[in-house]
């Protein structure tokens, strides 16, 4: 008796040879049924072989996969589905064999078109064997696999260009440690950095590139938890070359998780820090010792300027003495001992003010600078400090102008607010001496402004933004003398009421320093 089987392994059946079916063949519904899947699946070539490896069915994804129809290929042997190096290498028959000793054979492979074109296949062939066991022919299922190929090997190029670009870096030490730490690649960089070789290293705990003391700490380990549990590690300190030497690193490991949330391993990316450290460091003792410099330098001007009045001090003293000494009482020259007086005083006012702005500079840096505010009037005040200076003022060949139409109420620290005023002014006599100096205090979109202008020497432009700083002059000491300290204090005082100081100056035609001043009028007063 056929079986049903036989019918369909027949190359003259006629279900077999149009790819359809015709329930006239006494088969069951269910039979019919899938005969007609079989025909009609698109996606894979399903086709039978007879005992020799001639093709016996084909259906409609053979047709649309290997280009045949059905009426060029039955009764033709399977192996022109193969490359010629294939069919030479007797790949076909020895595919069959296997088959028919284990049921079963799988690959994925180059195949042939019609046209002569290849395309990669995943093909299963299965041996048919009837009731009794015995071997009647062979089912074979092929898919296309060209997209899927082609893709994996896009994939798998871009891979090993990735690859070979890590392993090609010269700058960076990149590399990967298993979980438990071990080595697992090693790139150029890392063997120009540590200068261990792939083979070396391959497979070594990490912990030898720290130095021992840091090993002994339990670092290493250390720095591979942190880096599982928060995703990254990352770190400056010195590590350890192969032959002992010491580098200094920045280091960043990461923790590489997969998709299920298992820990795979870290990268490890290093890079010599040695010389940058050593850069900075070289920097910060360049910085340590102009500041030790630029302290010796204060040090020597500040003693001088301390010493200035003390010998006009000292000789009016000593002659005032030998006057009183000299004259009874009765015929003491008052006129000349006024006026030596006086110089006297004015010896130690000057004195004073110069130690009142040491000590102003050592409470800023201490932070001390407090205000006290009070409700004052800019002009008025303004006006005092200039009435103050004129003396002054006509002894050096200078008129000052005061501009300041209105008074000029706001919350500030009087004494502070005097002294920024006098500073910005005897610079102004300083600098600008035999020239007309000019005040202006005004009020500008609520900001009470106060400006100081010269006609004297100017400031360069490269100067301009540095005369603020402590102890900065722009000027020779055997021209001017100062400390440097006037510009520094004015501007920590208006900062600390919320105002800015600014400079507009031209060398050689003048300056004039601007301060910018918030009423102060919503502040609380203590
Ligand atoms: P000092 O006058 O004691 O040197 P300051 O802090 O008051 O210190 O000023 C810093 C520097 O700014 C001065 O040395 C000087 O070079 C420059 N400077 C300040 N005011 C003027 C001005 N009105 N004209 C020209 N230069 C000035």
Redesign the pocket.
Known sequence: MRSPLDDRLDPESPGNRGGTYASSHGLTDADAQLRLLIDNVRDYAILTLDLEGRVASWNAGAERIKGYRAEEILGQHFSRFYPPEDVARGKPQAELELVTREGRFEEEGWRLRKDGSRFWASVVITALRDDQGILRGFGKVTRDFTERKLAQERLLQSEERFRLLIESIQDYAIYMLDPEGRVSTWNAGAERIKNYRAEEVLGQYFGRFYPPEDVARGKPQRALQVAAEEGRFEEEAWRIRKDGSRFWASVVITALYDPQGTLRGFAKVTRDFTQHKQTQERRELEMLRDAVLARDEFLSVASHELKTPLTPLQLKLTSLLRVVENHPEATLPVGRLTRDLDVARRQVRKLADLIEDLLDVSRISMGQLRLNRTPMDLTALAREVVVRYTPQALQVGSTVNLEAPAPLPGNWDRVRMEQVLT??LT??L???AGKPIRVHVRMDSGLALLT?Q?E????APE?QPR??DRF????SERN???????????QQIVEAHGGIVQ?R?TLGQ??A?TVLLPSGLDTKLD
């Not at 004297?456 to 400031?459: E, F, N, S, T, Y």
């Not at 900065?472 to 000027?475: E, L, Q």
């Open positions: 500073n910005l610079n102004a300083k600098y600008g100081v010269d004297g020497i100017g400031i100067h005369v603020f900065v002059r722009a000027v001017y003398g100062g400390l440097g300290l006037g510009l520094f204090i004015t400079v100056s003048g300056s320093f």
